[in-house]
């Protein structure tokens, strides 16, 4: 079963990832951080059998801008900076697991993620695309897990 585990920074400056683990994207973990104690971000590591499969970082309290089609959303939201699944596990239905704990941390809440070319993943994990209402195309998507809707 997956585990998701809250890393802390531990060191000013330097993200709480272990970038010695093969598969990853290194560039998406080596994002400025600043001092310990100032973000306001998430880091999570998804375990399986005692191994890191997976990882995310999200800033909860992140503010949407620019408008988009679809039920009005609260400028301020949870938003999935970046979702990971390690490059030899994918297409195992990690990532939608990995989802599914990051909602469950933040119940009744508004969660985005901009998609990085994984348009397909976003809406099978059954979140909705909102396009912008000046349609542009110069910016990544939108997709939206709104559990207030999912409350009803």
Do not use: C, N
Request: hydrophobic fraction near 35%.
């Amino acid at each position: 079963m997956l585990e998701a585990v809250l890393l802390e920074q531990v060191e000013d400056y330097i993200g709480p990832f272990d970038l010695d683990i093969d598969g990853f994207d290194e560039s998406w973990w080596t994002p400025p951080v600043g001092r310990v104690g100032s973000s306001h971000h998430d880091w999570l590591s998804f375990i399986l059998d005692g191994r890191e499969v997976a990882r995310a970082e999200s800033d909860y309290e992140a503010q949407l801008g620019g408008d988009y089609q679809g039920p009005p959303l609260p400028r301020r939201i949870i938003d999935i900076d970046f979702l990971e699944v390690r490059s030899d596990r994918r297409g195992e239905g990690i990532g939608k697991q990995a989802v599914e704990l990051i909602k469950a941390r933040y119940p009744g809440k508004v969660i985005t993620a901009f998609s990085e070319e994984a348009d397909e993943f976003w809406a099978a994990v059954g979140w909705r695309r909102y396009p912008r209402t000046d349609g542009s195309t110069h910016h990544r998507p939108l997709f939206v897990w709104d559990a207030r809707q999912q409350q009803l």
